[in-house]
């Protein structure tokens, strides 16, 4: 939530702060900002809306130096606005702060400066930190953020420049993800990878209550004790062009078409089709602890969470063991009964959202070992957990979701696998099947792609539609509920996800021909329930779409609207179906003309609780 970029080096810092912040837009885009330094005076610059508003006024106003800082907002405190936009400045105007985060006893500090004289422009709790600053600064930004620091409770990721302090940025963060970027004779910071990889690949991850001076040849880095501390260096192997369009129209549609590398990249190397080997290289618990485990917890948000409810079904089926799956803002405000024989899976894309990081705090606290299933490397959630079993998706920019899904469900199919031959449940030749199935799984989602046309004169007809059912049942009722939180979170049509069996027990109240119910009805053991719900439905005027497997013809001659798609051993079968509901929702906004990669009021990563 919020983007900053920086620069110090000898090039234009407006071009690169731009570039970066257009990079990092996903974060929020409500508004957006740059402060540039130039012969000790500083040119700011600001706009509401995306970050389009603020390059066409650098257009005709650019910015001219070779320090700065820049911000992309999602709103927190105080509406979107000019005077709420970042950079924020102190009374002299020659302080001047980017912020990614909340301080939390902002008006109690704010109450305090204003008494001794501070005069506030904003609503923001950012601002409280300008004058703090500007209220100890005599020459040493360094020493001024970190008294103003000392005084703020609540989360940060910050970047402060002084006129009177051109040569060095000084960059903080506490609860919210700031890198730095290291080049020759420049640096940079940035809230995320993507910003900076046309720039450089080496890569510093700040730490829990860092603080940091950069200069243009230099980076010194202190802990929250005010020690010097070196931080490891990161070679970032991510490809820029990864985080481009690269010819499609949308993040979102690319990323969906990335589906079938993503999941690839993401076993390749970890488990052998030829003799079921599977190696996770640390990135899981050992044998006897496997043996000994009690309960696995499963804790995430939005996506990320219906891709733990897949994981339920996984471990529970395959390697028996018990699973509680919680939505991470709910599991860190109740008591789980937490222990050092169960497990706490955190499943995050980005690695950086507050409850997510909360819940793998708590759970660390009960002494409860927590393995991450994660994307961004170095995130804060990848560094704090025990393990972490990378997906290899890439850059993830469109808002909603795609290619981590899938990406997470492969690293769970991965995880259930390695734990259900370390205890046995399943015979060597059955581990070997699976295995082999999920080889053959990115071919199946390059089938299921081949779905995008007909998903498109889908969505031509139902475009109008003011709500929407998905049903799914199984191990394909948590398909159901991303396929409705797809279709909400981007065309802004509201949908719900049930389990089809649970239908008659309320929801079927709603269904009338105003209202088409999305049904996954592919291959397996519900199928036949599956078949008694649309019929259930229908027989209420409900108009089915039904997702199922090719050469299904009972669904072909009971239902006007469906889509096919390969068939699959049932267990992998989210995975599959997944896909026309994704590209479902693409279709259904680019239609209602939404903005598919940056829905409104959403932001990519949720930094803040
Ligand atoms: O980065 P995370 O996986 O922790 O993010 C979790 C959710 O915020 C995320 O999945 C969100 O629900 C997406 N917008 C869904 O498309």
Redesign the pocket.
């Known amino acids: 939530m919020c983007g900053i970029v920086g620069y110090i080096g000898s090039k234009p810092a407006g071009d690169i702060i731009i570039d970066g912040l257009r990079r990092l837009e996903y974060r929020g885009y409500d508004s957006a900002g740059i402060a540039v330094l130039q012969d000790r005076a500083i040119e700011l610059r600001r706009s509401v809306g995306k970050l389009s508003a603020l390059v066409k006024a650098l257009e005709s106003n650019a910015v001219r130096g070779t320090v700065g800082i820049g911000h992309t907002r999602w709103a927190t405190h105080g509406r979107p606005c000019e005077e709420n936009a970042h950079p924020h400045t102190d009374c002299t105007g020659k302080i001047v702060v980017v912020h990614n985060g909340i301080i939390e006893n902002y008006l109690e500090l704010k109450k305090q400066l204003q008494q001794s004289g501070h005069v506030f422009k904003s609503e923001t709790d950012t601002e409280v930190i300008a004058h703090l600053v500007e209220a100890r600064f005599n020459g040493d930004l360094l020493q001024a953020v970190q008294g103003a620091l000392a005084q703020v409770r609540g989360a940060y990721a910050l970047g402060v420049i002084a006129a009177d302090e051109p040569g060095r940025i000084i960059v903080a963060r506490r609860d919210a993800p700031l890198i730095i970027g290291l080049g020759e004779g420049e640096n940079f910071l940035a809230s995320d990878i993507p910003a900076l990889l046309p720039y450089t690949r080496r890569m510093v991850f700040l730490e829990e209550g860092d603080l940091a001076a950069i200069s243009a040849d230099k980076v010194v880095i202190y802990n929250s004790g005010g020690e010097t501390v070196v931080r490891k260096e990161h070679s970032i192997a991510w490809d820029a062009v990864q985080a481009e369009k690269g010819g499609y129209k949308h993040f979102m549609l690319k990323e969906i078409f990335e589906q079938p590398q993503a999941i690839q990249d993401t076993f390749r190397g970890r488990l052998s089709p030829e003799d079921g080997a599977i190696n996770l290289d640390g990135a899981t618990l050992p044998a006897e602890a496997v043996r000994q485990l009690s309960k696995i917890y499963i804790v ?5 969470y219906h891709a733990g409810l897949v994981g339920k079904f996984l471990f529970e089926n395959l390697a028996r063991i018990p699973v509680e799956v919680d939505i991470a803002s709910e599991f860190r405000y109740r008591s789980p009964v937490l222990d050092k024989n169960a497990v706490a899976i955190v ?7 507050a409850d ?1 990081l909360a819940a793998l705090r708590l759970s660390k606290q009960g002494k409860c070992p927590v393995i991450a299933v994660c994307n961004a490397i170095g995130s804060t959630v990848s560094r704090e957990a025990d393990a972490t079993l990378y997906t290899r998706c890439g850059p993830e920019i469109g ?3 795609t290619k ?1 899904f899938t990406g997470q469900l492969t690293a769970l199919y991965l995880l259930a696998f390695d734990w259900a031959g370390k205890r046995g449940t399943l015979t060597g030749d059955t581990l070997l099947r699976l295995i082999r199935e999920l080889w053959e799984v990115p071919g199946k989602v390059s089938e299921a792609l081949k779905s995008s046309d007909t998903m498109r004169s889908l969505a031509k007809e139902f475009s109008q539609a003011r709500d929407f059912l998905y049903l799914g049942r199984n191990i394909n009722y948590p398909v159901a509920l991303e396929g409705a ?2 279709l909400k ?1 981007i065309s802004y049509i509201h949908a719900e996800g049930y389990p089809a069996g649970e239908m008659k027990h309320g929801p079927i109240a709603l269904i009338d021909e105003d209202m088409p119910v999305m049904v996954v009805a592919t291959a397996g053991k519900v199928y036949e329930k599956i078949l008694g719900n649309i019929e259930e439905a229908q027989a209420r005027g409900g108009t089915i779409i039904a997702v199922a497997t090719e050469g299904d013809e009972a669904i072909k001659s009971k239902t006007s609207h469906h889509v096919f798609v390969p068939h699959v051993d049932e267990l992998f079968s989210p995975i599959i179906n997944v896909v026309p509901l994704q590209l479902f929702s693409y279709h259904m906004a680019v239609q209602r003309g939404c903005d598919v990669d940056q829905p409104r009021n ?1 932001a ?3 930094t803040v609780e």
């Not at 995430?300 to 990320?304: H, I, M, P």
């Not at 499943?347 to 959202?353: A, K, L, N, W, Y």
């Open positions: 995430a948000c939005g996506t990320s499943i995050s894309q980005s690695g950086e959202t997510t808002v909603a979701s981590a939180l797809k979170e959403l990519k990563s949720v």
